[in-house]
């Protein structure tokens, strides 16, 4: 039973607009949660993050808002870029233990 | 700057053979990770180590052994390999969580694709 869960498996999106990712979590106990951003033949690269202290972090063209109460989280990129062309993976932690959940990614593809 | 360097970047094994993945990493991190990613599944961890000498077992640890003799080095064992281990292995390693920052970003090497026949 998958505790992260990103259900939407592609989106495609104009360059420009706005990208919306979502992720839905079960388990209660996750307190950080994280964004990978991963290219073909590449490993994952860390992206942005958000404690659940918060329930907004930006940076950049990135922003991560968090739900606690619905777990679920959200990236946005704005304005979306062909280079943002990619697939999207969430994570989630808790106590700092670093040992990763992840969701089973979005593929995200920027048209020019 | 290399970061996590994984060999090989390929391999296809027979069921029942061995084989041990090789991963190193440049940054002196303390905590390495094996990760598997399967399709429709994300990456799921393997085996952990949160300093040299020391090990400790991820979500899916089974037909995986891991050794971690130097701090720069964390190895992924398959003993017997089975066409169920067929999936891209990823290594990762990060600074001690807790540090200042809480959780700490993990660096991810480019993967080993390995297939069992």
């Known amino acids: 039973d998958q505790q992260v869960k990103q259900n939407s498996p592609s989106l495609s999106v104009q360059e420009g607009r706005i990208s919306i990712l979502n992720c839905d979590y079960t388990n209660s106990m996750f307190d950080y949660f994280l964004w990978y951003k991963k290219y073909p033949a590449e490993g994952p690269t860390f992206l942005i993050s958000?404690?659940?202290?918060?329930d907004k972090n930006e940076d950049g063209r990135f922003t991560v808002f968090l739900n606690k109460s619905a777990k679920h989280l959200s990236l946005h990129i704005v304005p979306s870029q062909p280079g943002d062309s990619a697939v999207y993976f969430c994570?989630?932690?808790?106590?700092?233990?670093?040992?990763?959940?992840f969701g089973g990614g979005t593929r995200v593809l920027v048209k020019p | 700057n290399a970061g996590v360097t994984q060999t090989p970047k390929f391999r296809v094994l027979k069921t029942g053979q061995s084989m041990t993945l090789l991963c190193a990493q440049d940054m002196n991190h303390e905590y390495m990770y094996w990760y598997r990613q399967d399709p429709g599944m994300g990456l799921r961890l393997i085996h952990y180590?949160?300093?040299?000498?020391?090990?400790a077992k991820g979500e899916v640890p089974d037909g995986y052994n891991v050794s971690r003799l130097k701090k720069q080095n964390f190895l992924l064992g398959l003993e017997s390999a089975a066409p169920s281990q067929t999936s891209v292995y990823f290594c990762?390693?990060?600074?001690?969580?807790?540090?200042?920052?809480?959780?700490?970003?993990?660096?991810f090497g480019d993967g080993t694709r390995l297939s069992i026949l």
């Open positions: 990762a390693s990060s600074l001690v969580p807790g540090q200042g920052a809480g959780n700490q970003p993990q660096h």
């Open positions: 994570a989630a932690d808790q106590a700092a233990g670093n040992k990763l959940t």
């Open positions: 958000i404690s659940s202290i918060k």
């Open positions: 180590s949160v300093g040299e000498g020391t090990t």
